[in-house]
Each structure stands twice: as structure tokens, then as C-alpha cells.
């Protein structure tokens, strides 16, 4: 069972940005997808971005352009820099493990998550 801790949210001006960090507590290198996704209350949680073990990777519309995923695998580290951030990406960041392949889908196939970090943009 793998442990995933996000961490770098925080509180921004919109313009700004954020680099947030999901550190697993093993390897990453065997994972399938190391997945972004984001969540509001009252809303279903929606995928932000997504990498495979290979460096494929995937955006949801909202991020695309905007934000970018990367991992490190000698870091056991998926991060995600959000660059000209808007007040709508308020909403808390969860990171995902999904094992066996990619998967750029609904959040349900994940396997493991982290317990999120809150991202608040202010007008």
C-alpha cells in the first residue's frame, strides 16, 4: 500500500502561481498513472492532470495550457506547476496512484489518494 502526501497549497492572488508536490512513500517508477485531480463541495472530483510511467501525459480542459505535470521518479515525486491561476481552481488537490496502465479517467479506478491540499485563489 502506497502513502501519497500533497503538499504547496496555499493561498493566491489570481495571476499567480503554485507548485504542488505529491510525495509517495515508495517507488513511483512501477505506478501506472500518477493522477492531479480537484475537488469543490457539491461537485465531483475532476481530473486536472495525469502522467503514465512512460511521461505520457494528459490534461482537463481547464488546466491545459496553464498547468503542467511532472514526475520524479528518484524522488518518489509527482509534481504540478500552476502557472496564471483563476479564482475558479479553488478547490482542494488530491493526488492519485493508479497501478496497471493509464488511466486519464474517472477518479473511482484509482487505487490509492492523498488527503489533498487546499488551493484558494483570490480575485
Known amino acids: 500500500q502506497v502513502h501519497l502526501v500533497e503538499s504547496g497549497g496555499g493561498l493566491v492572488q489570481s495571476g499567480g502561481s503554485l507548485r504542488l508536490s505529491c510525495v509517495a512513500s515508495?517507488?513511483?517508477?512501477?505506478?501506472?498513472?500518477m493522477g492531479w485531480y480537484r475537488q469543490v463541495p457539491g461537485k465531483q472530483r475532476e481530473l486536472v492532470a495525469g502522467?503514465?510511467?512512460?511521461?505520457?501525459?494528459n490534461y482537463g480542459d481547464s488546466a491545459a495550457g496553464r498547468f503542467t505535470i511532472s514526475r520524479d521518479n528518484a524522488k518518489n515525486t509527482v509534481y504540478l506547476q500552476m502557472n496564471s491561476l483563476k479564482p475558479e481552481d479553488t478547490a482542494v488537490y488530491y493526488c492519485?496512484?493508479?497501478?496497471?496502465?493509464?488511466?486519464?479517467?474517472?477518479?473511482?479506478?484509482?487505487?490509492?489518494w492523498g488527503q489533498g491540499t487546499q488551493v484558494t485563489v483570490s480575485s
Open positions: 492519485g496512484a493508479k497501478y496497471g496502465g493509464l488511466w486519464f479517467g474517472a477518479p473511482d479506478k484509482y487505487d490509492y
Open positions: 502522467i503514465t510511467s512512460s511521461g505520457r501525459t
Open positions: 515508495e517507488s513511483i517508477y512501477s505506478i501506472g498513472t
